[in-house]
């Protein structure tokens, strides 16, 4: 079969088009591998990408669930702040930002003197 191509995020991929009932395993292998590659490659969130993937492969049901057991254990486990500790300064890009002071603690970023405080527009991880 040919490849089709659909609109995801910012642009187009080419997939491999849905898969039947009747479709042979070593197609649907085949298709699988396509899909995968097209969607990996995509400019979307990675939510969509799933989503789309169970759409094209038939596995809608099965991505529903294991979205919904990956939230339930993120919001069962990830309620503490006091579980993370911020080991590096990232900016908007995913680039570290350099933002240690000399014994190896991280700037803070409130209440500080323009000169000690880190960059503007970085993400804590």
Known sequence: ?????????????????????????????????INK?????????????????GDLTGTTPLVSVVQERFVAHALRYVKQVGNFSVRSYHGLNGCVIKASKADG??????????ADKRQDGSIEQ
């Open 1 to 33: 079969k040919k490849t089709i191509s659909i609109q995801l995020g910012k642009g187009s991929v080419y997939v491999y088009p849905h898969f039947t009932v009747g479709t042979p395993a070593t197609e649907k292998a085949f298709g699988f591998m």
């Open 37 to 53: 590659a097209a969607l990996e490659a995509a400019d979307a969130t990675f939510k969509m990408k799933v989503q789309t993937f």
């Open 105 to 114: 603690d991280l700037l803070p970023f409130m209440g500080q003197d323009e």
